[in-house]
């Protein structure tokens, strides 16, 4: 079955430490890999996407994610996080019918002001 | 621009009564989404609309939710009779696909509807 599975539930931080979010999926066709964030009281929105082309792409808000292929892996990366930061996390693929997608259970970002 | 719209942002019921949510997407988006969202878990896709067409229902529960997007761009979602199990955030997301059907653009979220059902 198609699934999207994000290994860590809930993630705290002090600010200016480095961010890793795992995500990996199972997927074998035309790869579109989304990262989507919900700041608290605010509705989910994108923060990233992979479409094609260079496997490491940038998004808002200095975040980052790069897809590798062999390890069906597409890993959000941030050098150095801030309070505001503090949000929950989504990966997302595709899944189900065409055009659909799969969304991860989510990781719970905490930042230590 | 304006986003999404959804209401009632709150919804409280007991079980067994009828419920439904409403979704405007934003003006022009083509494709409507309902999702399901569990406390501690990523949305669940209910069905997806093209215009008018539902051309995804698969995960929707038809022997008690319905929808409908009459005119292709509101939508209403409706459960009835509403069970215990129903509680939860129901997302409407909309989304402009120019690349025809299937394609993955960026979804855009409404606020949500959380329902409890007592």
């Known amino acids: 079955a198609q699934s999207v599975s994000q290994h860590n539930h809930h993630v705290i931080l002090s600010e200016a430490a480095s961010l890793e979010l795992g995500c990996n999926y199972s997927y074998g066709g035309t790869v579109n890999l989304f990262w989507y964030v919900q700041y608290p009281g605010q509705h989910l929105q994108l923060l990233l996407k992979y479409f094609s082309g260079d496997p490491l792409v940038k998004g808002i808000k200095g975040f980052e994610a790069e897809f590798i292929k062999s390890k069906f892996s597409f890993n959000l990366r941030k050098p150095s996080v801030q309070w505001s930061d503090t949000a929950e996390y989504f990966c997302a693929a595709p899944g189900g019918s065409q055009g659909n997608l799969i969304f991860g259970k989510g990781t719970k970002l905490s930042v230590k002001p | 621009e304006a986003g999404v719209v959804q209401s009632p942002r709150y919804k409280i019921i007991e079980k067994k009564q009828p419920v439904a949510f409403w979704c405007n997407p934003i003006s022009g988006h083509n494709t409507l989404y309902w999702y399901l969202q569990n406390l501690g878990q990523g949305p669940e896709l209910l069905i997806r609309y093209e215009n008018e067409e539902a051309v995804d229902d698969s995960q929707l529960p038809k022997d008690r939710f319905s929808a409908e997007r009459l005119k292709g761009v509101d939508s209403t979602l409706k459960i009835q009779p509403a069970e215990l199990g129903d509680s939860a955030v129901y997302l409407c997301?909309?989304?402009?696909?120019?690349?025809?059907?299937?394609?993955?653009?960026?979804?855009?979220f409404g606020p949500g509807t959380r329902l409890t059902v007592l």
């Open positions: 997301a909309s989304s402009l696909d120019q690349g025809g059907s299937g394609s993955y653009n960026e979804q855009f």
